[in-house]
């Protein structure tokens, strides 16, 4: 879709297509053009007693973790999934977490459990997850599009953003695009779909109005007649909370939302945000590098009422990030713990620590944090994550406790050598009592 330019400034949004599903058909061709989804259980291997392997990739944005576990690929089985997503007794466990358009359009939606999805499409074809291969793929098309556009930013493992003020006369912006959409599907077999207009959030939402594998232009003298007659919802950022507000004022699309622009300011600074971004007026810039907010991980089982096998869990997740923080060279102040019970209701604390972060500091953390947390003793747990967040940066400086420095230094060098260990032997190599034990 093309729509009348003038000279201007253009930021391009693009958008891989339902990509855990084109990253499979790239290695399972047999998929294309099928009702397909991939799909996603709790993460069973990390808890094992055995040895596994696993290595820590690059950060590819968004909420997916840098520890992964390999998987081997030796083709695609149609009746493969039913030994990571069938229990002993039959029942069909597991989450959608992408659908290809075909499925989609049978009413299968993200988010849905794979005995629905089985019900709604008999012949579906499905696919267990494999989250290092698409942040392989990821890294790969980043690598390619970092040569094309200079000031790139990756959004998330599929999105991107990209400058092309400097780069790119203004009025060859739309050939610009199409030759890079289909340069991505000749090298790479993903689809790619890409919005550009004069602002980050708009360009996102011109991605987002035309898919798949759409192209979409908006000028900056056509953004308001182009959001105007959206619903509310398709704004990039606009959660059910604020959607739930619109709705009290009768406000259902995004030009009557600049209508009421004077009600919305008085939303406070979120509120301002938004009627900015709708104009195209906020002014975000395309950053190449963020720094790091928070670092987390986090998995979701069956219910598990012993006490001492949840500890455990909770152990060999800290491990896991103690690892990633060591390798990042990282130094988090504030540590967070949550849990969810199997009645849904979810509990969490956070501390801030002044003192240098080690694995065994962490791990006694864990430990004694979640013995005073977990108060519903008689419920079963189903869910359970750390974080890690405001990290100190290379220019500012903290006096930690002169308390526990003896210990802290010893404890640091202690983490150092572990992760010279695991880096040679993986990351399974050297466990706590406490993980063999229960």
């Not at 659908?99 to 008999?122: D, F, N, V």
């Not at 890079?180 to 939402?205: C, H, N, T, Y």
């Not at 600049?258 to 600074?269: N, Q, T």
């Not at 108060?375 to 526990?404: P, R």
Request: aromatic share 10%; with cysteine.
């Amino acid at each position: 879709m093309l729509l009348h330019v003038k000279r201007e400034s253009v930021i391009i949004h693009m958008d891989l297509d339902c990509f855990f599903v084109s990253a499979e058909r790239t290695r399972s061709p047999f998929l294309k053009g099928k009702p397909v989804v991939v799909c996603k259980s709790g993460d069973t291997k990390i808890f094992s007693r055995e040895v596994t392997s696993s290595l820590l990739s690059e950060s590819v944005g968004g909420f997916h973790g840098l520890i992964q576990h390999q998987k081997s690929f030796k083709g695609f089985d149609t009746e493969a999934w039913k030994k990571e997503f069938v229990d002993e007794n039959g029942r069909i466990h597991g989450i959608v977490i992408a659908k290809s358009y075909e499925a989609k359009h049978l009413g299968i939606q993200t988010g849905m459990r794979l005995s629905e999805a089985i019900l709604r499409c008999p012949n579906l074809l499905i696919v267990p997850s494999d989250h290092l291969f698409y942040q392989q793929c990821s890294l790969l098309l980043k690598a390619f599009l970092q040569k094309r556009i200079p000031l790139l930013e990756q959004y998330s493992i599929d999105e991107f953003w990209g400058d092309l003020k400097g780069w790119v006369r203004d009025e060859q912006s739309y050939d610009f695009m199409k030759a890079l959409q289909k340069e991505v599907l000749e090298r790479f077999d993903l689809p790619l779909s890409i919005g550009a207009s004069s602002s980050k959030w708009i360009a996102k939402l011109a991605t987002d109005f035309n898919k798949p594998y759409g192209l979409t232009l908006v000028p900056k003298e056509k953004i308001t007649s182009f959001v105007a007659p959206m619903p509310v919802a398709s704004f990039p950022g606009i959660g059910k909370v604020l959607q739930k507000k619109f709705a009290s004022y009768a406000i259902r699309t995004l030009g009557e939302v600049l209508e009421h622009e004077k009600l919305v300011a008085g939303f406070g600074k979120i509120g301002r945000d938004l009627i900015a971004r709708l104009r195209g007026e906020d002014n975000e810039p395309v950053v190449a590098n963020r720094n790091r907010h928070s670092i987390g991980i986090s998995r979701h089982f069956l219910v598990i009422h012993a006490r001492k096998e949840v500890l455990r869990r909770f152990i060999i997740l800290s491990r896991h990030l103690s690892y990633t923080i060591e390798k990042l060279a990282l130094q988090p102040t504030t540590y967070t713990l949550a849990l969810r019970y199997e009645t849904g209701v979810r509990v969490h604390t956070s501390q801030t620590l002044d003192r240098a972060f080690s694995e065994v500091l962490y791990r006694n953390w864990v430990t004694q944090t979640l013995q005073s947390l977990d108060a519903h003793t008689h419920y079963g747990i189903t869910h359970i994550s750390l974080s890690l967040s405001n990290f100190l940066s290379s220019t500012q400086t903290k006096t930690f406790s002169l308390l526990h420095v003896n210990t802290d230094e010893k404890a640091k060098r202690l983490s150092e050598k572990l992760t010279q260990l695991r880096d040679k032997y993986g990351i399974d190599i050297v466990r706590s009592g406490v993980e063999k034990n229960y």
